[in-house]
């Protein structure tokens, strides 16, 4: 199982660099079947391995040999790490299946086929980066996939070579690695202090210090998350090809900076509240500024750039009620990443399918769409009910989590979050069910006469999904109970 886990990273990254050097369409094919075994493996060596905590040690380096039981180099499953690692193994298969299609002369939104090689390549690449962060035993070790996801993502969202994919590619590029500049500090700062880069070393850190390198982790993770203050880069990364944005939201990048705080909180018991209080705050601060935002987007791509944007908040602000002690809360994050990965998945897929007939994304030109694509109609719907939390769909059960726990919490700051949730969560759901409607329903308009539904790489992607926002967070809730 361990060698299996460890072919999860080295396929896809061997894999785009053949893929890199084929030619056309036969990359396209090539890059489909290394994605299909990766998700293959994942889950094989998944369910083999749950629910024990799964570990292969590769080794260290020589010059860095003074580190305490540590080998920088190696695997780490255990309930967490699984969760994201199907998460990305799952839908980067997805992906590149609908990619097999999208990427055609006959998308109206992209009309081309040029740079298949180049476009597999750093998708490939980023499967296996992030299959690396979910496999990471260690903070260095995560910290040099993280970096890799950082590079994917710029080269994926600036694909098209346009002028405004150029610029969007780079502010990603910058804002990101500010905040891995966060990351690398803390890991240095926690290796000089206490001589390990565990997820554990910050328990052995002085108060003081723990609270400092938590809130640099936590502005690593903002900049990867696209929250307050770093939250501009997403909205205009949308400019990417639709399948990348899918990606990048649903299980790549942005889950990377959630996930390392999870994984922190996780291993770490006790850590300072006043640092916890800061990762709240600013959770809080994003959703109102998202929202707010929501109401000015006429672009549907840029819409849900905006929603993922509050729901990674969702997630950091769970993993910091944790560490005021709501285990529940902790678990409703963990189960958030799940969730809302098929969800808004689901959501952006929908949205390429609508751009890939019709080659309009704009909210105002577009009425009717669900008599002209009703298979896509249907999916945006159950994209809409899961990321939106309506029971029984997706995120219904991790956000009832997150809830509860706030209002379990004793004193004046559970009860506030956790209203503040349920106001957040309202308005949501009818900004978005209003847009929704908008849409799909009404009087075709001219550019939902061109709609249909798509060809059957991009609809059997929008059918998995849409089974997965349902069932992936049930199955998800198990996993989630061995988590502590």
């Known amino acids: 199982m361990e060698y299996l886990l ?111 090689a180049r476009y597999y390549f750093w998708l490939l690449l980023f499967v296996g980066a992030m299959t690396g962060v979910a496999l990471s035993p260690n903070l260095l070790q995560l910290f040099m996939f993280w970096e890799l996801t950082t590079i994917c993502s710029w080269a994926l969202i600036s694909h098209t070579h346009e002028k405004s ?39 052995l850190a002085s108060p003081a210090l723990a609270s400092t390198l938590f809130i640099l982790f936590l502005i690593a993770a903002w900049a990867k998350a696209a929250q307050v203050p770093f939250y501009t880069w997403l909205p205009e990364a949308m400019t990417a090809p639709t399948p990348i944005s899918c990606y990048l939201h649903a299980a790549a990048m942005v889950k990377a900076g959630v996930y390392l705080i999870c994984r922190l909180v996780l291993a770490n018991g006790g850590l300072p509240g006043n640092a916890a209080l800061v990762g709240i705050i600013a959770a809080l601060v994003t959703m109102a500024v998202a929202v707010f935002l929501y109401f000015f987007q006429t672009d549907l791509k840029r819409l849900l750039a905006l929603s993922t944007i509050s729901q ?69 719907v159950v994209g809409l009910l899961g990321v939106v939390g309506v029971p029984p769909f997706g995120t219904f059960w991790s956000k009832f989590y997150i809830i509860a726990g706030a209002f379990s919490l004793p004193g004046t700051l559970g009860p506030l979050v956790g209203v503040f949730l349920l106001v957040e969560s309202m308005v949501v759901f009818a900004w978005l069910l209003y847009v929704t409607q908008r849409v799909f329903f009404g009087a075709a308009s001219e550019a939902a006469e061109l709609g249909a539904d798509p060809p059957w790489q991009m609809s059997g992607s929008l059918i998995i999904l849409a089974a997965l926002v349902i069932a992936a967070p049930l199955a998800a809730l198990v996993v989630v109970s061995h988590l502590l």
């Not at 997630?315 to 808004?344: E, N, P, R």
């Open 312 to 380: 990674l908040s969702y997630i950091i602000l769970g993993a910091c009620l944790g560490i005021f002690g709501s285990t529940l809360a902790y678990k409703g994050a963990v189960l958030h990443i799940v969730a809302h990965g098929c969800a808004k998945g689901l959501l952006f897929l929908c949205v390429g399918a609508i751009a890939y007939a019709t080659g309009c994304r704009r909210i105002p030109d577009l009425r009717g769409l669900a008599a002209k694509m009703p298979l896509v109609a249907v999916c945006f």
């Open 6 to 116: 460890l072919a999860t990273i080295v396929l896809p990254i061997l894999g785009a660099v053949f893929v890199g050097l084929s030619p056309g369409r036969a990359a396209a094919r090539l890059a489909l079947f290394i994605a299909l075994v990766t998700a293959a493996l994942a889950i094989f060596a998944g369910i083999g391995s749950f629910p024990g905590i799964t570990e292969l040690k590769v080794g260290t380096l020589p010059w860095m040999a003074e580190l305490a039981d540590t080998d920088l180099f190696g695997i780490l499953l255990d309930p967490l790490s699984l969760l994201m690692l199907l998460v990305v193994a799952v839908i980067g298969f997805l992906v590149v299946l609908y990619s097999n299609e999208y990427i055609s002369r006959r998308n109206r939104e992209h009309p081309h086929e040029n740079g298949q």
């Open 165 to 203: 994919a150029l610029r969007a590619g780079y502010k990603a590029l910058i804002m990101t690695h500010l905040g891995g500049l966060g990351f690398l500090i803390a890991i240095i700062v926690l290796y000089v202090s206490v001589g390990s880069v565990e997820f554990s070393a910050l328990s």
